[in-house]
């Protein structure tokens, strides 16, 4: 027998029984951006993987064990994206956006060679923003007010927002020399992981999972502690902001990030009901990426959202109802049968908005008619020889009480909008 293929591990087929739940959230995530003035952008899924290196940071788990990574045939190193900040940011150096200021948004696949388990795959979605050119905290304010009313339109409560503000690169530079001798001191307590990051990404310590650094970490020196003037002011005022919306937060100095670019605002929304995945959405500010990535110095902030995470907390509510079609249209007989697609398309050209199918594959009117019921569907469309021969079609309601009636063809559409 010959073998079957298999999709790649941690990348997932998503199956129509399922597809609702994606559209749900594509489709209000998509109607809250534009409710408040973002943009769609669509970038490619490969780019040069020197973008990715300058951008995340060489030394990261994205780009040093991460990324799917080849030569091209004409010898350019590249790399699917394992994000989309990178991406944007190329394209608004590249396309003159940065004069004034931008809101985008973006949506699609990336790729990470993370090893899979629940909530974390290789190939995974996001949706994402980035807004250029607005330097102050109400900008930091506004993204988060996005997702809290996206959470509010999905139904999803209970999720916890923790900010922290990671300064500026002069201020880090200090707080990391403190913390790399403070972690020295507790050398013998480290993991190998750790040690590993000890120089090379300090500050990627406090990020560990492992419960046994616990103790350590929480002795740490604290990024807050460290900050400048401006640093500090600019994440007041963020706090102030979200605290005259109401909206309630933890500061957690440990949250870093695992990616470099980041400076001054971080956050992270984050649940209890995924297991250790928890984080659904996470991001920033990162004023000093555009200019390195060769464009005019630009402030910029922005997050993504995991999808699939999302998708996983929509699905453990009560499922949403899935209307069924608003018409399945059943034909018996060589004549019907070739009729039946040109009558289809007729009430589509007047109802473009009615959920109609019309069978295909022929057999008995009793298997069409079965498959009419199975579909869901408010109502069977009959079309046998003699309905065809009078201009009409037999109408049958599926999910209430009633007789079959006659509609004539050329007031099916009226028939329709008076009931759908
Ligand atoms: P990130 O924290 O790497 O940030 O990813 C954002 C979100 O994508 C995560 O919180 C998680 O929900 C989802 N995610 C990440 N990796 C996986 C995975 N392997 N499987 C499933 N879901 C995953 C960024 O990507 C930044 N570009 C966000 C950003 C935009 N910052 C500023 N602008």
């Given at each position: 027998m010959t073998q079957t293929i298999q999709a790649i591990r941690g990348m997932h087929d998503i199956l129509p029984e399922r597809i609702a739940l994606w559209q749900t959230l594509e489709d209000r995530a998509r109607a809250v951006l534009e409710g408040y003035g973002y943009q769609e952008i669509r970038t490619p899924l490969v780019e040069m993987t020197d973008l990715f290196e300058r951008s995340i940071g060489e030394v990261t788990d994205i780009v040093e064990k991460e990324m799917y990574s080849f030569a091209d045939r004409n010898g350019d190193r590249l790399s699917l994206r394992p994000e989309g900040t990178a991406s944007c940011v190329r394209a608004a150096v590249e396309h003159g956006l940065l004069a004034t200021p931008h809101r985008l948004w973006y949506r699609g696949p990336m790729f990470r060679h993370e090893r899979p388990q629940q909530g974390r795959y290789r190939q995974f979605h996001q949706i994402g923003v980035e807004v250029f050119g607005l330097p102050g905290p109400d900008i930091d304010q506004e993204v988060v007010l996005l997702t809290r009313r996206l959470w509010h339109t999905l139904g999803l409560g209970k999720l916890r927002l923790e900010i922290n503000s990671l300064g500026e690169s002069d201020e880090r530079a200090v707080y990391r020399h403190e913390l790399v001798s403070y972690l020295e001191g507790h050398r013998e307590r480290l993991d190998e992981d750790s040690l590993r990051r000890l120089h090379s990404n300090p500050l990627r310590v406090l990020d560990s999972k492992n419960?046994?650094?616990?103790?350590?970490?929480?002795?740490?020196?604290?990024?807050?502690?460290?900050?400048?003037?401006?640093?500090?002011?600019?994440?007041?005022?963020?706090?102030?902001?979200?605290?005259?919306?109401?909206?309630?937060?933890?500061?957690?100095?440990r949250l870093v990030r695992g990616l470099d670019y980041y400076n001054r605002t971080v956050f992270e929304w984050i649940t209890d009901a995924l297991?250790?995945?928890?984080?659904?959405?996470?991001?920033?500010?990162?004023?000093?990426?555009?200019?390195?990535?060769?464009?005019?110095?630009?402030?910029?902030?922005?997050?993504?959202?995991?999808?699939?995470?999302?998708?996983?907390?929509?699905?453990?509510a009560p499922p949403p109802v899935t209307p069924g079609p608003d018409a399945y249209l059943i034909a018996v007989g060589d004549g019907p049968r070739t009729q039946a697609l040109s009558i289809a398309e007729t009430l589509r050209d007047a109802r473009p908005d009615l959920r109609l199918i019309c069978h295909c594959g022929g057999g008995s009117f009793k298997s069409q008619f079965k498959k009419a019921d199975r579909s869901g569907a408010r109502y069977a469309l009959v079309l046998g020889e003699d309905e065809a021969a009078r201009g009409v079609v037999g109408v049958k309601p599926l999910r209430a009480q009633g007789e079959q009636t006659e509609v004539a063809l050329d007031q099916l559409s009226d028939f329709f909008t008076a009931r759908c």
């Open positions: 419960p046994d650094l616990e103790p350590v970490i929480a002795e740490a020196p604290r990024i807050t502690d460290y900050l400048g003037e401006a640093s500090r002011e600019h994440f007041a005022g963020f706090r102030a902001g979200l605290d005259a919306a109401g909206i309630d937060y933890v500061i957690n100095p297991g250790t995945q928890g984080t659904v959405c996470a991001g920033g500010r990162y004023d000093t990426l555009v200019a390195r990535l060769g464009g005019r110095p630009t402030p910029a902030v922005g997050f993504a959202l995991g999808v699939e995470r999302l998708v996983a907390l929509l699905a453990s």
